[in-house]
């Protein structure tokens, strides 16, 4: 095409002549912006040169607010355009994370701003897209104005259209919970789950599937081409949780975001960000587990002394209840408890109450033998007589323990044993509640020398009627995080909004739950391929309490539970280094530990901090390989997970060059099995160095774990 040609095919199409094009620094991950015919923001993104993102529309739109003085709060900010302005710029920093996989992570990108005016309404917006080697955000920008200073999100249609029928792997859309096993079928195969599913999906304690083709993020798929592609979201303050929902005729997922009680999908005030739109790409699946697009697009930490935050492995009374043969309540005697009335004393014990002081000191003792600096308790505080199904407002104070828990004198014998409790308020999702109790809660953990809270939400929100993912909710677990660190408490939230990278902002969010977990093993069990998903999907905003370790994986054989672990043993311990936490449990029980003495030696000698991290191979829903370097030391750790029986070879290039290590390998046994034999297990010990290879055996549901002590 000569240049008389394209200047003609420039006056005949006014959208391609406005088209703005922001690339990668490696030129890889190509974006363009455009307007079409009707001044409605467009983008598209490639890889490589291959199509990622079809032509997708941007924009919002508005609901009418009664309460609204001005008539323009009502036009919807999805059509009508003219750009005003363009800037390009470039950033690249190396920040250091508070904890981490690596020591210190690049943010490196190319980013594209552009300035829209709608003539209609004389309202500006901009939209910002950042553009990363492997990826990119987009969000929307509100100046102040005095055409848009208040308004009411009705739907934001944030289009991403996709280039062919993908295979997908994805739960549910859901406004209450993402505790779901994973589905892995082509695009258009999601509503045929989803309507054949329908009744099983209620079977939570809170589920709210809004759609036949609604699917929630992190969302990865992969091309019959081999692209890897992932969506998500990243920094969701102050706004609702995105899911996405797919036109099926057409390919074409748009943003569907979590409503409030009366189905408004966000109250805004200007000036505004939302949060950032992202899709992550590659060809190497490896990838997508390595890079940090969440973490970087969001704020630098606010914390100034972070001293206080630090990753923890612990230990707890927990398990047990959950299995079933201890509960977290004290008496069978009341019908109803009224928060401040009820006069336990009075209560015959039922004798399977777990939060004893003795209990909890046998505990106590069982961490400080093996290194473990925490001790969770769950069932301490009065109320958990008929604390769930009631929709109870005055449910728990967080602050009177049970007659048999003997708060001062088992936090001062944790202490004289270089131990700490970890507090645990379970909210039964009355926030209203939790907000009224919190700053005396804090207090008392102050005051007993607690730094780690896990929160717990099962049930149905309160204020009656919202959603755990809606606006309102997502500011509750927010206020939570920030007040706990004025207190210099660390955060493990379960049951609340899906992170999106937030722990860099305020890393004293040191886990989320957020996914189906461990504990569902002993509701009958996750599909073994469960673990080598997660770190793929709900992993991409922040880590996972996973609460792996489990060695009686025969429930069965200790109790009257049925159900069994779908891992082996050695899988278990792969779970340490596959599903990365600063924050990790033992989570058997003491007793069992002592049975695999040998086999506990590498939960007790794992890290759960790093220097660096290398995904050797991967692949979605079928096995992950990662070696760590623990932090501040030159010992590595090296853990594999599989779905169906194989031979990993693990390459130590890694090692430092010349140095000798003394090397124990945690295999699966040759006949061991997730189902049929899956506490068979072998302990290799040798000495090796860099360039060596390793071969080793992965059983059906199963895993190994190596440690890599450098010799001085």
């Known amino acids: 095409m000569n240049i008389r040609q394209l200047l003609s095919l420039l006056a005949l199409s006014p959208a391609l ?48 607010d009664k309460h609204a003085s001005n008539a323009m709060q009502e036009t919807d900010l999805m059509e009508g355009f003219t750009k005003v302005s363009h800037n390009t710029s470039s950033f690249d920093e190396t920040w250091t994370p508070v904890w981490g996989e690596t020591k210190t992570i690049r943010n490196n990108y190319n980013e594209l701003e552009v300035t829209l005016n709608q003539a209609s309404s004389n309202r500006d917006i901009r939209l910002r897209f950042r553009v990363y080697d492997y990826g990119m955000g987009l969000r929307y920008e509100f100046p102040q104005q005095s055409t848009l200073n208040y308004f009411v999100i009705k739907e934001e249609r944030t289009q991403f259209a996709m ?8 739960i549910p859309g859901d406004y209450d919970t993402q505790e779901y096993e994973y589905q892995i079928t082509p695009l258009t195969g999601i509503s045929e789950v989803i309507r054949k599913n ?52 057409n390919l074409v997922f748009e943003s569907w975001l979590t409503p409030d009680a009366v189905g408004r999908k966000g109250f805004i005030q200007t000036p505004f960000n939302t949060p950032w739109r992202t899709v992550l790409v590659s060809d190497d699946a490896r990838d997508m587990l390595s890079c940090k697009l969440t973490l970087n697009l969001n704020e630098p930490c606010k914390i100034e002394d972070t001293s206080w935050i630090h990753p923890t492995k612990y230990c707890g009374v927990w398990w047990n209840m959950i299995v079933g043969t201890r509960t977290w309540s004290y008496t069978d005697d009341l019908p109803s408890v009224r928060l401040g009335d009820t006069d336990y004393s009075k209560c015959k014990p039922n004798g399977k109450h777990g939060a004893t002081t003795a209990e909890v000191k046998r505990y106590i003792d069982f961490a400080a033998a093996n290194g473990l600096q925490q001790v969770l308790v769950e069932g301490w505080n009065e109320g958990w007589e008929d604390w769930f199904g009631h929709q109870k407002l005055d449910v728990f104070d967080f602050v009177t323990p049970y007659p048999d828990f003997d708060i001062k004198y088992l936090n001062d014998y944790a202490h004289s044993k270089g131990v700490k409790l970890m507090m645990h308020h379970e909210t039964s999702s009355s926030a209203l509640n939790y907000e009224r109790h919190l700053e005396e809660a804090f207090d008392l953990m102050n005051r007993y020398g607690y730094d780690a809270v896990k929160t717990g939400y099962v049930g149905d929100i ?16 927010q206020r939570v995080v920030e007040t706990a660190a004025k207190h210099h408490i660390m955060v493990n939230a379960h049951e609340a909004t899906r992170p999106t990278g937030i722990c860099r902002t305020w890393p004293n969010l040191v886990g989320n739950e957020s996914a189906r977990g461990t504990e569902y093993e002993a509701f009958g069990g996750s599909v073994p391929y469960h673990t080598v998903m997660l770190p793929f999907t709900r992993l991409q905003g922040g880590p996972m309490d996973y609460t792996p370790g489990i060695f009686e994986t025969r429930l069965s054989e200790w109790s009257d539970n049925p159900s069994y672990v779908h891992t082996t043993l050695c899988g278990q311990l792969s779970l340490y280094l596959v ?20 086999a506990f030696q590498f939960i007790r000698d794992v890290a759960c901090d790093w220097d660096d991290s290398k995904y050797l191979e991967a692949e979605p829903a079928e096995y992950i390989t990662v070696a760590r370097k623990a932090k501040g030391t030159d010992d590595w750790f090296v853990g594999g997970k599989t779905n169906e029986a194989r031979r990993t070879v693990v390459k130590l290039d890694f090692l430092d060059k010349g140095a000798k290590y003394d090397c124990a390998i945690y295999q699966d046994a040759p006949d061991a099995d997730y189902e049929h034999n899956p506490k068979a297990y072998d302990i290799v010990h040798k000495r090796v160095k860099a360039g060596d290879v390793l071969k080793i055996w992965q059983a059906r549901g199963g895993g190994f774990a190596v440690s890599l002590k450098k010799i001085k």
């Open 462 to 477: 309160i204020p009656r009627g919202e959603y755990h993912y809606s606006q309102l909710m997502n500011n509750h677990y």
């Open 579 to 598: 599903m990365y936490s600063p924050l990790q449990m033992a989570a058997d029980l003491p007793e069992h530990y002592a049975k695999y003495d040998d």
């Open 198 to 249: 329908r009744e099983s999906y209620g079977s939570n304690s809170s589920t709210t599937v809004f759609s036949d083709t609604g699917v929630q993020t992190s969302l990865q798929m992969k091309t019959a081409d081999g692209l890897y592609i992932n969506i998500h979201e990243a920094a969701c303050i102050d706004y609702p949780t995105m899911h996405l929902n797919l036109d099926e005729s």
């Open 163 to 170: 280039t062919g029928n993908h295979t997908a792997y994805w």
């Open 17 to 64: 002549a406005a088209a703005q094009t922001v690339s990668s620094p490696d030129g890889n991950v190509s974006l363009t912006f455009s307007l079409d015919g009707n001044g409605r923001p467009t983008y598209e993104m490639s890889y490589k040169g291959k199509q990622v993102i079809k032509p997708s529309r941007l924009g919002l739109e508005l609901a009418k």
